[in-house]
Structures are given as structure tokens and as C-alpha cells.
């Protein structure tokens, strides 16, 4: 089974309206993480929002939530207010603490296309 | 500001002619991790090392190696380059080994064979 599931290839949003890209993960870890990486069409992979396994507030950084489901195993990143330089490809990925301690496994990744 | 630089850019060789791909970084960080990107995929870890301990995917191929002269360099090799090696490389850090540890990446070698 894969260990983190993006189901949307790719997704369109006007400008200034929310959306919402999916994720779900599957580990038997009690202790794990659970982070959004942005990749423009440059290249380099940033870092956007990062969810604790024990977390109980859904985590927000800015224009940025988590929408994290533990009993659904979901992670879903909310982007709200989209603009045009939110157009990129969107990573979801998982740290877990024991096994494959250490490592960062990601999803496939949604292209996101925000459009005028 | 700190960060993690990867040189060069884009780079070029020949099909079966070494090439070697260099990161460094200044933040400090224990770990190290090389990533391979084909279009449009999720990133595949190809090894990464803690420190100076070195750890090799099981389905990394022979071709690539690595080095890690000190906290701040690390060195991908590839051997004998085949078509199937062109790709971006990334190279990442994080502080620690943790689960709260977010990777930071440089900008990518995009390697091409000719």
C-alpha cells in the first residue's frame, strides 16, 4: 500500500478563492509527521505547514491550514485566498518514528492552476 | 542567509562519462538526503546520510554513490550515466532525524544525457 496518497493529479481555482488538496496516509507509527512541501516550476521544494501525529489544533501558517482527520488517517491542505503565484505543484509527505525513521516519504503531488 | 546551494544548475554529460553533483549547505544540519525527480513524480530518496553515517535505499542503483567529506558537502556520483538517469536531483537537509523535521532543499540539478 502507498504510504501517502494524493488523489488529484492536477486542480484549478480562481483567483481569491479557497481550495482544498487531498491527502491521506496510512503507517501503524503512534508518532509521526505530517508536512505540505510547494514546488513551483522553478524547481526548488519549500516548505509549507507541518501537523504533529499528537497535535490537537489543526495547524495554520498564514494563507495556509491542515485540515488533519487522525481517524480518517486525512491531511488536507486548505489554501485560502488563491493567487496567481500559488500555481505550483504540491507535495504532501510523512515522517514517521520508527519505521523509515529518519526519511520523508511523499505523495505523487497535485499540480495546482490558479486562474485569473 | 542560510542555506543550501546546489551546483551547477543544469548539467550536461555523456552517455556511460561520470558527472558528479555537489550540495552545500550552511545551516548546520545533521542530515542529508539526495532525491531523484522525473517529471512530474513524487521525489525518490536515493540515500542520506546522519552525520557521517551513511544509509543507501535498497533499490538505489549501483551507478549512484555519494560522499559526505564533511557537514557541509555532500557529493552525489553517478558512475556511468544511462538515459534513465536523467532527472532533477535534489538535495535536502533537516536539522535532525525527528518526525517535526522539516526538509530544506536547494534549487535542483536538472541533468540531462546525451
Known sequence: AQKITQTQPGMFVQEKEAVTLDCTYDTSDPSYGLFWYKQPSSGEMIFLIYQGSYDQQNATEGRYSLNFQKARKSANLVISASQLGDSAMYFCAMREANTNAGKSTFGDGTTLTVKP | ?114
Request: aromatic share 14%; glycine share 6%; with cysteine.
Open chain 2, 1 to 114: 542567509d542560510a542555506m543550501v546551494i546546489q551546483n551547477p544548475r543544469y548539467q550536461v554529460t555523456q552517455f556511460g562519462k561520470p558527472v558528479t553533483l555537489s550540495c552545500s549547505q550552511t545551516l548546520n544540519h545533521n542530515v542529508m538526503y539526495w532525491y531523484q525527480q522525473k517529471s512530474s513524480q513524487a521525489p525518490k530518496l536515493l540515500f542520506h546520510y546522519y552525520d557521517k553515517d551513511f544509509n543507501n535505499e535498497a533499490d538505489t542503483p549501483d551507478n549512484f554513490q555519494s560522499r559526505r567529506p564533511n557537514t557541509s558537502f555532500c557529493f552525489l556520483d553517478i558512475r556511468s550515466p544511462g538515459l534513465g538517469d536523467a532527472a532533477m536531483y535534489l538535495c535536502a537537509t533537516s536539522r535532525d532525524k525527528g518526525t517535526n523535521e522539516k526538509l530544506f532543499f536547494g534549487s535542483g540539478t536538472q541533468l540531462s544525457v546525451l
